[in-house]
């Protein structure tokens, strides 16, 4: 959900990066160093997918490439699989920062399988340029990708004479809501997921959907007179841009802008690109060093905070040097064009087909994050993102609207009674927490809260410096998989 | 799956007359005399329904008008939605021959909603002849139609003011099927379903495919010296088959047909007129006189053996009795190529739009009854209908596949234990109950099996002439109905 200056970079890392920080491309090679255990090897094959799974007649029996990931590494006969919903982006990209999978496996002698989401990576539909055009681009909906995971699966463990072994569903963010829709929604094929960090409330236009940047304004908060601070330099920075050439010239200079800023659009994109900064912070507000372009320092939000609160040339200087530390100090001066590239996801998207995908997600079934508003909303310039707004968009990029009920009806909402064996864990520090299913809903649709986890740390490798709330919440995750685990081969075997 | 003699009728039967008997648009009067109450009036309404609800490109938000009728006339505030998931057929005739929903409907103070099934009757997406056609036809699938049913009901419960009540969904046959699938994939919308002689299991290719006529066979049998007579009936007619223009002109006479028979393909198209009765008296063996385009006189199996058992001139003679008892044998003589229109569902199909759409659903997604093979199989000559016969027919027709895996995928074969709240009801007179569930699954997926029961007798109005059989399993229901109102009721006011 966010672009950055290098573009080849950024056609790779895009939605991914923020979203899905930990499967960013960009390896934390600090973390893989000081994690339990090695990425096992995997083989990369690929699934004849039916284009089409709900009308005969559009493409017949075309079928298209679909990518998946196999590691039999840890595998003994009758373990379960494993099985990861790949979201918005490559997969071998997910494959190497969930560490998660991997730390648990031998414990299960589980096969792990990790497989692509249709139009994105290499499971390309019709090649990168068609895909993107109709007739295919309306193929990318949730209940295809779905169903291409289910057939995949039953084909898979077919093939591999495991229909016996009881299956795990992983994901996280987008992934963690398909993990979850999977068991939902395929029972007869998925035993368990675990749900990381998916917002499947706010998503499915649920409730307030001014919380994401409101759980943004509190990560701030947390750290003692950065808050204020930042609304401080914000307000510094809407006095410029009320200041004619002048306020503009400072702008440019203050935030290291390579071309002059825009007097016309400019302002909006430059706010769109710091908030865009503080928003990715809060969400890879991991407790280790992350080399995330530049190197992230652990706790970037502190780390940011200590750059506006200790400022001794003002608020916005310090602001300034924040968003600088999460789009790499090492630029010379920045691009916030093609840095932050606005969509119909107010986080941001990038450009290249990864983005056009994820752009086109949130164009149709998923509702993101609604704009920011200021006041008593959160710390941030009034940026809203309406439901006007999106399908004026919508209609004019892919000439299509957004249906704002039909999550709620496929994937029920918070009525989650009807369904067993889902883990939602969410962290108390990712913004999209309060989006996501945060009490228990029966003994088995089970809520874990990680009082100082950012977006999915639950999913990533164990590490020596990991919060404690993060060590209990995967042990209950594991005991739960047990349960998962135990009673689907018990049903299997009868 | 049956046509009869006057096309003009045959349009709007087909299928639905016997596949779903009760439906019949010729009404079981005498049975409506006796019935417990009377059928409330209804309101016929539209609702503008998506084309296509998995795709945003193909037909964007183009709708078509979904007919759905509306009772409100045992309605109290707070009673649940009985909700009928239509079938292959005008919703009018489901209505006006599912008594059994109106019986006890005042019992729960219950709104009563009929909706039509997508492509037959009135709800057709592109007129009666577009819709038949590229690009529409494809979109004739049982996840567009669940959908549409998901769409419907969230829409009318938010209009009514009623999106705390709890809805169970209703239906028989392949109405059965959809009404306990809506509970499998929609629970946020259907609290409980009542599916009603629906053969979940077979319709999905598992288990034995020659069940159905098996079934038909045995219930037969249970007429003493039944069988063997129609054995030897068969046995008759291919000796004549096999006796060049003295042996077709000997059947032409006996069968009473109307042009002499087809030295070609004749013969094949007697048998399978011949066997459709068979089946049909089969599902339509009901406990009292249905007019049923002539009158069928009650328990027809009996009738039907009688005629063969007491027949004084022949087997054979008394096989054509028995089967112009079916046709009406108030005819002079009979068309077997207009009263039989073989199709992907061997036990036949129609003319007119209905058939066809049927004739679609059984080249796609449902794998209907095997044929038969004599001997130790059935009681029938040898008229197979394979896996090869079926994908031939289906290509040269619509130039599609079927897919035989597709339904067990999505809708889980007999791999229930995750879904709750759901009756599967099965007469066992019904030659297609060996394909449904017969065993509970767990307290809330529960068999409910009807010994004296033919095809779904439990749905038609209470009648003084119904075996105990069916007055308890209605009993049974109406109780496991009440548990599920209840408890839906208690979560959703919570």
Redesign the interface.
Same mark, same amino acid.
């Not at 109709?134 to 193929?139: A, F, R």
């Not at 009674?417 to 067993?420: G, M, N, V």
């Given at each position: 959900m966010i672009s950055f200056r290098r573009s080849i970079l950024a056609l790779q890392l895009l939605i991914l990066c923020l979203l899905h920080c930990a499967e960013c491309r960009f390896p934390f090679k600090d973390v893989h160093a000081s994690r339990t255990g090695d990425i096992p090897p995997y083989k990369e094959l690929f699934f004849d997918n039916l284009l089409?799974?709900?009308? =005969? *007649?559009?493409f *017949? !029996?075309e079928t298209y490439r679909q990518r998946y990931l196999l590691s039999n590494t840890y595998w003994k006969a009758g373990g379960p699989i494993f099985f990861y919903t790949g979201n918005e982006g490559p997969i071998t990209n997910f494959y190497n920062n969930t560490g998660f999978i991997f730390d648990i496996a031998p414990k299960f002698n589980a096969l792990i399988i990790f497989a692509e989401h249709r139009f994105y990576g290499q499971s390309l539909p019709a090649g990168p340029v068609k895909s993107f055009q109709? @007739?295919? &681009?309306? &193929?990318l $909906?949730i !209940?295809?990708a779905l169903?291409d995971f289910?057939?995949l699966l039953?084909s898979v463990k077919a093939e591999l004479n495991a229909t016996d072994s009881a299956v795990i569903s992983f994901g996280g963010s987008y992934g963690g809501m398909l993990a979850a829709y999977m068991r939902q929604?395929? @029972?007869?094929?998925i035993d368990g997921a675990l749900a990381a960090s998916s917002p499947v409330l706010s998503i499915a236009d649920i409730g307030d959907n001014g919380t994401f940047f409101r759980d943004v304004t509190n990560v701030f908060k947390a750290n003692e007179g950065c808050e204020p601070r930042v609304r401080e330099a914000f307000t510094a920075m809407d006095a410029l841009s009320k200041n004619g050439k002048a306020g503009f010239a400072n702008l440019t200079t203050t935030f290291q802008l390579c071309d002059p800023l825009d007097p016309n659009r400019g302002y909006k994109q430059l706010i769109g690109w710091v908030r865009n900064a503080f928003a990715s912070m809060a969400m890879v507000n991991y407790p280790y060093p992350a080399n995330f372009l530049g190197p992230l320092p652990a706790w970037p939000v502190n780390a940011a905070c200590g750059l506006i609160t200790n400022s001794t040339v003002g608020a916005m200087a310090g602001l300034a040097q924040a968003a600088s530390l999460f789009y790499t100090n090492t630029q010379k001066c920045y691009d916030i064009w093609s840095e932050f590239v606005d969509c119909a996801d107010p986080t941001g998207c990038g450009t290249g087909n990864d983005a056009t995908a994820w752009d086109y997600q949130a164009c $149709?079934q998923m509702t993101l994050s609604g704009g920011t508003y200021g006041g008593d909303k959160d710390m941030f310039p009034y940026l809203p993102w309406t439901k006007d707004m999106r399908k004026a968009y919508c209609g004019k990029h =892919?000439?299509?609207?957004p249906r704002d009920? !039909?999550l709620? $009806? !496929?994937y029920? *909402?918070g009525?989650l009674?009807? $369904?067993?064996n889902i883990i939602y864990s969410n962290g108390l520090l990712d913004p999209w927490h309060d989006g996501g299913i945060l009490k228990n809903v029966s003994d088995t649709i089970v809520a874990v809260t990680i009082k100082d986890g950012a977006h999915h740390l639950d999913l990533r490798a164990s590490d020596p410096r990991d919060p404690q709330s993060v060590i209990v919440a995967r042990q209950q995750e594991v005991e739960l998989i047990r349960q998962f685990v135990k009673k689907a081969t018990t049903?299997k075997q009868r």
């Open positions: 089409d799974h709900f009308n =005969y *007649g559009s *017949g !029996e109709s @007739p295919y &681009l309306g &193929l $909906t !209940e295809q169903a289910a057939v039953s929604k395929y @029972p007869n094929i $149709t =892919y000439n299509i609207q009920t !039909e709620r $009806t !496929e029920w *909402g009525d009674q009807a $369904t067993s049903v």
